[in-house]
């Protein structure tokens, strides 16, 4: 049994009784009913993850998975692909937007190249897990083998239960890779049978032929590859990315150890629904961040079933929603620690 199988025969159901214990507490704190809103839903999925009534979020860490795309031969960004190997050593030093971010929480950023182009340096701060050098040029043919895309996945579940074997109870998912938002829509387009038109944005630039050649490209890949909409790793296969495979994989890791992850934006959002394709419990461990620009994040958030927390026109990567998004989380752990019930100060309602 590989360590795929593996991860996922661990992945359970929510404790729910112990969400019905959380639910009636919060319920009963010195407040409206709730008047705390989101926070209160956290707080109980919290409880439900954990297993615990007071859950603890003080060791948290966003897992950066980087990789390049052979898609971008096509010219559906006019980004020089040696971003990719710039900015992953950017993350690593902590001074791009999700390394601000994550000052304010006190998070740390795991940066892993699973897929770069170029040779990242052994000591620039940075895990190599390298698949490949980047994907194929899924226009013309499969991204990448079915077994590659396994590897990928299995490297977010390597990095992830690292991370949690040392302590870390909060996780969030980022990512770096020029051209991504091209594999990830058609990624999207398949599992949510919908035409690329109504969900192609323009990514962090769009290359000479504007949106329409991007559409064009992406219509072309699914149309060439046909990928099985019923079988999540044959389209992440077919027309994903390794670092979206690195993420869905940080996702199951982190459903099979009872620990809360935080969703990114669109590219994260698909690497979710490709980790709820392989295992659908996987979707009740998740936490979405904010409700990204691109286009297609929508939809993404709907076949999640779940309604991002935060709106604030981001559409960077990174995981820096996520990071954003973790004070949060913080502060409904504060609620269920900190704020009593009408009983406990002895007050009748």
Do not use: W
Request: net charge negative; glycine share 10%; proline share 5%.
């Amino acid at each position: 049994m590989n360590l795929l199988q593996q991860t996922i025969e661990k992945i359970e159901d929510l404790d729910q009784e112990m969400m019905a214990k959380a639910q009636h507490r919060v319920d009963n704190l010195i407040k409206p009913p709730k008047s705390l809103g989101k926070l209160e839903s956290i707080a109980i999925q919290l409880s439900g993850i954990t297993g615990e009534s007071f859950p603890s979020i003080d060791q948290k860490a966003i897992i950066v998975m980087s990789a390049d795309h052979g898609v971008y031969e096509e010219g559906v960004t006019n980004n020089p692909q040696i971003v990719t190997f710039e900015q992953t050593l950017n993350i690593a030093k902590g001074i791009t937007g999700v390394g601000t971010i994550v000052k304010v929480s006190g998070a740390k950023i795991v940066t892993v190249d699973i897929g770069v182009k170029e040779d990242i340096p052994s000591d620039a701060g940075v895990i190599i897990r390298k698949i490949k050098k980047g994907t194929d040029n899924m226009a013309k043919g499969p991204a990448m083998t079915r077994d590659e895309a396994i590897k990928a996945l299995e490297v977010g579940i390597e990095i992830a239960t690292t991370e949690i074997q040392n302590g870390v109870n909060l996780l969030g998912t980022g990512e770096m890779g020029i051209g991504n938002t091209t594999p990830s829509t058609a990624i999207l387009s398949v599992l949510a049978n919908c035409d690329p038109k109504e969900i192609t944005g323009r990514g962090a630039g769009l290359g000479q032929g504007g949106l329409a050649h991007k559409i064009d490209v992406i219509r072309n890949a699914i149309a060439t590859n046909q990928p099985n909409p019923a079988d999540g790793i044959d389209v992440l296969a077919k027309v994903g990315g390794l670092e979206i495979a690195g993420m869905a994989g940080v996702m199951l890791a982190a459903a099979a150890n009872r620990v809360p992850v935080v969703v990114d934006g669109l590219i994260s959002s698909v690497s979710a629904l490709i980790a709820a394709s392989i295992e659908p419990n996987v979707k009740d461990y998740l936490i979405t961040s904010h409700a990204t620009e691109e286009p297609g994040g929508i939809i993404a958030s709907e076949l999640l079933g779940k309604e991002p927390m935060l709106m604030m026109d981001m559409c960077l990567g990174e995981g820096s929603g996520a990071a954003l998004a973790f004070p949060i989380i913080e502060a409904a752990c504060s609620m269920m620690k900190n704020m009593p019930t009408f009983e406990e100060v002895g007050m009748e309602i």
